[in-house]
């Protein structure tokens, strides 16, 4: 390794490239790293890995990532971070690197790279399988890394297979059903340069195997005792690789507590390091072994059935010294130390097998929760499985008993500072559930997920039940269960997740081909959907009201147009078309005349109104139906669902042409004879085109479909024609209109003329929990047949009394447009003893009319259709406002101006 530079804490620091920055960090002398989050107590290096509770750091170089362990930072030149007390920091600016996201289908997928990922990698390779071997260390060979070991040649061997693609530094985030993984590779990193423009910094992966093996391995697990979280209190594994493989030469005297054999061992590489142990502290009355006996031979002296109980701290808040008790004569001893190394068994990685409701069950051979699960699709091997190899024997413990000052400062889960104290509090509060006492303690509620503090709380919960039943516990580790464990297994940053899909790409920009001409027009634009939209035109010196108001009085009164091309629109064909929009439908299609069109609305299964639109009959087989703007592609995923899952046998093929037809709105009393200028071959006088019929025509020698269909309420017609030739109709027609003012308008005059006739917008005027009948839509649900959601309107629920319905309100004051969402209360209703007060119902459209020369608004309000005249009260301001509940049709009841 070559020595490299870096910055914590805006010093400069020695390390070794590619080495964790906690080695870098323990080498330095930096026994503590942070202050915990909530109790401010100095905290230092913990583990080994991902587990690590304490060391969580800021990078200020490269991602810039917020609450990473620097046990998993691999050390670079350049190489800048900060401590951090639990809470991280988003970065100022966006990062430029490469985010990237891809797809992998594998015969069989190991999921960790030790000696049992190999072997089991190995085994599918002689079986013929493709294999892809994913591990989130930097390389292969698991424990033996920590060992400073290199692996058996037959086990290099396998890495090199033509049928095996190996990936380190590769993260299995969650497990999911059919054997679904996504797994984050990260980048070795070097963090101080931006990622090279040919490589991703971190890759998503969605892979689906045939088989996947879980191999995962196990974390070493702390103890609880009082004050376990000074800087120099470390588990044994950990300890031993700093010190041994990395190098770390700051401890002086060590004292080693096990549980287990791991504790011998991991003593043994201390010694052998040059640290002093000055004992091992067994709780087992009798250890026997290789790795005992090879402790022994080298001369460090062991006492068993003794632990730890206490720890002091010296000036800079490290530790000073072990306070020990002896289990059987309660004898204390206290000795000086600056490493407490502490081997409280193995806790195999259950995570993933839980992700798809796998339980672990409790193994009190190994002290520890396993999966042994081996079926074709999934198997686990190693640790997991309960092949934890060596010669251990571990006890099933996990600390002493303390009284209740001690149990202030035993700490559970270091990263939440939840102690065995708030554990008591929560027993004594009644809680059993480890659900619930997790919740009300917060412990395993933290970025690392309870992986040191989980089996902690489980053994914690049984000896409180031993002390409550006298000594002898009712419960064990298998009754009380395991914490449930989430997606994702690591924490993700966002920017992978987002992979390239940012900033422009984040949500795609959707434009209509007659958008050049809006930018050109002064247009200022709303997203709707993904879709940019004029919102309105304003000409110079106009504010958006005086625009709105001018293109309303357009549309009234001379002629107007809009670029409605962002409609979604549906080509439905199929010798069944008509009967499936019949059950699509409320209302009926099948037997809707070729040529005509007709206005449908449809519900989801439950009966609520999920989207509306003109469908148009184009020929025996063949509909073209339009949905609102947003709801497009919602709607075609329906339809598909539906011919998909429930209705294979029906002849019906749907396909989006959202983008291919352009739709251009001509509106107002001056638009037929505007149109007649352009349109010579067909009559559009109102006896020869009625309302909702279709024809199609020529304009300027192009095809063009004409519609009369209004969403104004006035006279009105749809021109389509093809994308690609809708800006030239567009300008025809601005070139024909200038004589009869033709005027441009946007979405929000769009609203104001729809909302004068009472037209919902699904969306806006509902909030998912509409019927048709709430919508005073009645007329169009058919009695004759039955269609999606027609049965779950006679729900009792969706028919008593008091449900919100759909009215029009009128202001007191004609020119206050109430906001739109605001509350709509009782005129006499009073606040209750907490100060609230009950509301009827919501503005849900709210516009000042030109035509009407008022304010007006559509409300969703309770038993409004039956409360016509009632005056009611919009809490807004000191004062507040008053309406009067209306019919939601404004403008036109008799329908008269659409002719």
Same mark, same amino acid.
């Given at each position: 390794m070559s020595e490299i530079s870096f910055i914590f804490d805006d010093n400069i620091y020695k390390g070794q490239q590619g080495e964790p920055m906690a080695a870098a960090l323990l080498r330095s002398g930096l026994l503590t790293i942070t202050n915990s989050t909530y109790h401010g107590r100095p905290r230092g290096v913990v583990g080994l890995g991902v587990e690590e509770p304490n060391a969580l750091v800021q990078l200020v170089s490269g991602t810039q990532e917020s609450m990473r362990p620097a046990t998993v930072i691999e050390m670079a030149e350049g190489l800048a971070a900060r401590s951090l007390t639990g809470i991280g920091a988003l970065p100022e600016l966006p990062d430029e690197a490469r985010y990237d996201k891809a797809n992998r289908y594998v015969d069989t997928l190991v999921i960790g790279a030790g000696v049992a990922g190999l072997k089991a990698a190995d085994e599918a390779l002689r079986a013929g399988h493709e294999v892809l071997l994913i591990d989130d260390q930097p390389g292969p060979g698991g424990h033996l890394r920590h060992l400073g070991m290199e692996l058996p040649s037959p086990l290099k061997d396998?890495? +090199?297979?033509?049928?095996?693609?190996?990936?380190? =530094?590769?993260?299995?985030?969650?497990?999911?059903?059919?054997?679904?993984?996504?797994?984050?590779?990260?980048?070795?990193? #070097?963090?101080?340069?931006?990622?090279?423009?040919?490589?991703?910094?971190?890759? +998503?992966?969605?892979?689906?195997?045939?088989?996947?093996?879980?191999?995962?391995?196990?974390?070493?697990?702390?103890? $609880?005792?009082?004050?376990?979280?000074?800087?120099?209190?470390?588990?044994?594994?950990?300890?031993?690789?700093?010190?041994? !493989?990395?190098?770390? =030469?700051?401890?002086?005297?060590?004292?080693?507590v096990t549980v287990d054999n791991q504790g011998y061992r991991d003593a043994l590489r201390l010694h052998q390091a040059g640290v002093h142990v000055h004992a091992i502290y067994d709780v087992r009355p009798d250890a026997q072994g290789a790795s005992v006996d090879a402790a022994k031979a080298a001369g460090i002296p062991v006492r068993l059935r003794t632990t730890v109980l206490d720890t002091t701290a010296n000036a800079e808040a490290a530790l000073q010294s072990v306070i020990l008790r002896d289990l059987n004569t309660n004898e204390i001893v206290e000795t000086t130390a600056d490493l407490l190394a502490v081997s409280g068994g193995w806790t195999p990685i259950v995570d993933l097998a839980t992700h798809i409701g796998i339980k672990p069950t409790w193994s009190a051979k190994h002290a520890a929760f396993l999966v042994n699960h081996a079926i074709n699709q999934l198997q686990t091997a190693g640790m997991l499985a309960g092949d934890f190899g060596g010669d251990d024997d571990p006890a099933v413990f996990f600390g002493p008993a303390l009284d209740d000052e001690q149990a202030r400062n035993a700490y559970i889960d270091l990263q939440r500072d939840a102690t065995l104290h708030e554990l008591r509090r929560a027993v004594g509060a009644g809680l059993h559930s480890i659900e619930h006492i997790k919740r009300y303690t917060t412990i395993g509620t933290a970025h690392d997920q309870g992986k040191t503090s989980g089996m902690l709380t489980i053994g914690a919960l049984c000896q409180l039940n031993a002390t409550a039943q006298g000594g002898n516990s009712v419960l064990s580790p298998a009754d009380v269960g395991t914490l449930s464990f989430r997606p994702p297994y690591v924490p993700v940053p966002f920017a992978a997740l987002a992979g390239r899909e940012r900033g422009p790409l984040s949500d795609p920009i959707r434009i209509t081909p007659i958008h050049p001409w809006h930018v050109e027009a002064g247009a200022v634009f709303e997203d709707v959907g993904q879709w940019k939209r004029p919102w309105y035109f304003p000409k110079q010196g106009e504010s958006m009201d005086d625009a709105v108001r001018r293109e309303c009085v357009a549309a009234r009164e001379g002629v107007a147009v809009m670029d409605a091309s962002t409609l979604g629109k549906i080509d439905i064909q199929g010798q069944d078309a008509g009967v499936f929009l019949d059950r699509i439908y409320t209302n009926m299609f099948s037997t809707l005349p070729e040529g005509q069109c007709r206005y449908g609305l449809m519900c989801k299964a439950d009966g609520i109104a999920f989207d509306d639109g003109v469908a148009t009959r184009l020929g025996k087989n063949h509909y073209l139906m339009t949905t609102t703007t947003g709801g497009a592609a919602g709607v075609l995923a329906w339809l598909e669902e539906w011919l998909q899952t429930e209705w294979p046998e029906l002849k019906v093929y749907c396909t989006s042409v959202t983008e291919h037809i352009s739709t251009i709105a001509l509106v107002g009393p001056k638009s037929r004879q505007l149109l007649q200028e352009l349109v010579t071959n067909v009559d559009l006088s109102k006896e020869a085109f009625p309302f909702m019929h279709s024809r199609m025509a020529t304009i300027d020698g192009t095809t063009v479909r004409?519609?009369? $269909?209004?969403?104004?309420?006035?006279?009105?017609?749809?021109?389509?024609?093809?994308?690609?030739?809708?800006?030239?109709?567009?300008?025809? !027609?601005?070139?024909?209109?200038?004589?009869?003012?033709?005027?441009?308008?946007?979405?929000?005059?769009?609203?104001?003329?729809?909302?004068?006739?009472?037209?919902?917008?699904?969306?806006?005027?509902?909030?998912?929990?509409?019927?048709?009948?709430? !919508?005073?839509?009645?007329?169009?649900?058919?009695?004759?047949?039955?269609?999606?959601?027609?049965?779950?309107?006679?729900?009792?629920?969706?028919?008593?009394?008091?449900?919100?319905?759909?009215?029009?309100?009128?202001?007191?004051?004609?020119?206050?447009?109430? *906001?739109?969402?605001?509350?709509?209360?009782?005129?006499?209703?009073? *606040?209750?003893?907490?100060?609230?007060?009950? #509301?009827?119902g919501f503005v849900t459209s709210s516009y000042y009319s030109p035509t009407l020369g008022h304010a007006f608004a559509l409300a969703l309000i309770a038993n409004g259709l039956n409360r016509m005249g009632e005056v009611v009260a919009v809490p807004i301001g000191k004062k507040g406002l008053r309406a009067t509940i209306c019919d939601a049709v404004f403008i036109d009841k008799e329908n008269l101006r659409r002719d």
């Open positions: 396998i890495l +090199v297979h033509k049928n095996l693609t190996y990936i380190p =530094r590769c993260t299995a985030t969650g497990l999911y059903d059919q054997n679904y993984i996504v797994a984050v590779e990260r980048r070795s990193d #070097h963090l101080g340069d931006a990622a090279p423009l040919n490589r991703a910094r971190i890759r +998503v992966w969605h892979i689906r195997a045939d088989r996947v093996v879980l191999a995962p391995g196990a974390f070493q697990r702390p103890l $609880i005792f009082a004050n376990n979280d000074r800087p120099g209190i470390m588990l044994s594994h950990a300890a031993a690789t700093y010190v041994a !493989l990395h190098g770390v =030469r700051i401890f002086k005297r060590a004292v080693v004409i519609a009369r $269909i209004s969403f104004s309420g006035e006279l009105a017609f749809e021109i389509n024609v093809d994308w690609s030739d809708a800006r030239s109709i567009w300008e025809r !027609l601005w070139s024909l209109g200038r004589p009869y003012d033709l005027t441009a308008y946007g979405t929000e005059t769009m609203h104001v003329l729809r909302a004068e006739k009472g037209y919902v917008i699904m969306g806006q005027d509902t909030d998912g929990t509409q019927t048709p009948h709430d !919508l005073n839509m009645s007329w169009i649900v058919s009695k004759k047949k039955e269609f999606i959601g027609k049965r779950s309107l006679q729900l009792p629920y969706l028919q008593q009394a008091g449900r919100p319905q759909l009215v029009g309100l009128l202001p007191e004051q004609g020119d206050e447009v109430l *906001p739109e969402g605001a509350y709509i209360t009782a005129l006499d209703a009073k *606040p209750d003893e907490q100060g609230k007060t009950n #509301h009827t």
